[in-house]
């Protein structure tokens, strides 16, 4: 009996969707959920990415919930131009933003974030390394993403554009 409930319930289990950003950030579709989204406000966010993934080659799961805030925001029907999304790297996120070639050299795979930072740039999300981190963890001259702009401090960055409203999200 038990074996027939559990096939019985797997064929109940809902799959993830990735609505608009394909290589990451799946999301469930919730029918039952109360609409909440302001499609006619703007939607500053701050995101913080400061963990490292898990093993070298799999995916950085920060990044990869930055893509589910973009897919969730999206999904809910935002238009693409409310929404302005800035992600800092910095601390143990460092290595992300290596190109395929010097995340190759330094961990023996190529970088697995690349194809989701480049579908995110393109998507309007504006990415910024910690230039503290980024000499502090000697990567200073590593080849990085193009897609990765360099700030002077994770720090400063924050602060400056949560005065300007940014919301920050610290996953």
Known sequence: ???VLGASMSSYAQKKVFPVIKTGGGMFEVPEAEPIADKKMKYKVLYEISKGADKPDSINSTL???ARLVNLHLSAGIPKQNLDVVAVIHFQGTPLILTDEAYKKKFGVPNPNTALINELADNGVKFYICGQS???RKFDKEPRNPNIKVTLSAMLLMTTLQSKGYVPIIP
Do not use: A, F
Request: aromatic fraction near 12%; hydrophobic fraction near 55%.
């Open 64 to 66: 990869d919930k930055l």
């Open 134 to 136: 980024l000499y502090m």
């Open 1 to 3: 009996m038990s074996i």
